[in-house]
């Protein structure tokens, strides 16, 4: 069974312009999770779909945005880039339902912006 | 106050022998799951044990083991004859609510574990 793919792996990006990542859950998985790790703030929840409807959010600004298509595969835009969004941003795929969710996570996107 | 604390500082542990590290949560709610996770240097998070509030008994996945202390709000992981490859951050984390309705994961700071050989 494949992992949880992101891509790209690595982005560098200016100051003011715009980055969309993607990420492919696992086969089966409705729930997909994103989630931002930098060395200050440690891993902060961004938000969640499930079933191509966001059931959480975190506390980030309007410049963070996702969605998710109806195979599941997610997207994540961050608009007007500042330069502390640089960061790990880590997807989490898992199957939503039932009592043990644990999510899996792919390798993560390393954002860079200058 | 903090949903989950790991305050150990940089741990380092011999190969072969046994490491406990720690892991202390709060929450009201009755309902939820703790995870423990392993992230090496290249990034990916890799699920190692989870613990649900219910479950009767500590977790244990292979050299992987939970003591869970429900009374104390503790979940410490236990890995035991350590490897090389277990070098890495490890986080704890805790889902909170009724299964299903929510896959937020909240996340402890973490803690780096250094094998020696």
């Known amino acids: 069974k494949a992992g949880v793919t992101q891509t790209p792996r690595y982005l560098i990006k200016t100051r003011g312009q715009q980055v969309t990542l993607s990420c492919s859950p696992i086969s089966g998985h409705r729930s997909v999770s994103w989630y931002q790790q930098t060395p200050g703030q440690g891993l902060q929840f961004l938000f969640e779909?499930?079933?191509?409807?966001?059931?959480n959010k975190g506390n980030f600004p309007g410049r963070f945005s996702g969605r998710q298509f109806s195979n599941s595969r997610s997207e994540m835009n961050v608009s007007t880039l500042e330069l502390g969004d640089s960061a790990l941003y880590l997807c989490?795929?898992?199957?939503?339902?039932?009592?043990?969710?644990?999510?899996?996570f792919g390798q993560g996107t390393r954002l860079t912006v200058v | 106050a903090q949903k989950i604390t790991q305050t150990q500082p940089g741990m380092f542990v011999q190969e072969k022998e046994a490491v406990t590290l720690d892991c202390t949560y709060d929450t009201s709610d009755p309902s939820y799951g703790l995870f423990w996770y392993k992230q090496p240097s290249s990034g990916e998070m890799i699920f190692l044990i989870y613990?649900?509030?219910?479950?009767?008994q500590n977790a244990t996945e292979g050299r992987y083991s939970l003591n869970f202390q429900k009374a104390r709000k503790s979940a410490n992981l236990v890995i035991s004859a350590s490897q090389l490859g277990d070098s890495a951050m490890y986080f704890c984390a805790m889902r909170e609510g009724q299964t299903g309705a929510n896959s937020k994961l909240t996340f402890g700071k973490g803690i780096t574990l250094s094998v020696r050989p």
């Open positions: 613990q649900g509030s219910y479950d009767q």
């Open positions: 989490a795929s898992s199957l939503g339902t039932g009592r043990r969710t644990e999510a899996f």
């Open positions: 779909y499930f079933s191509e409807t966001q059931r």
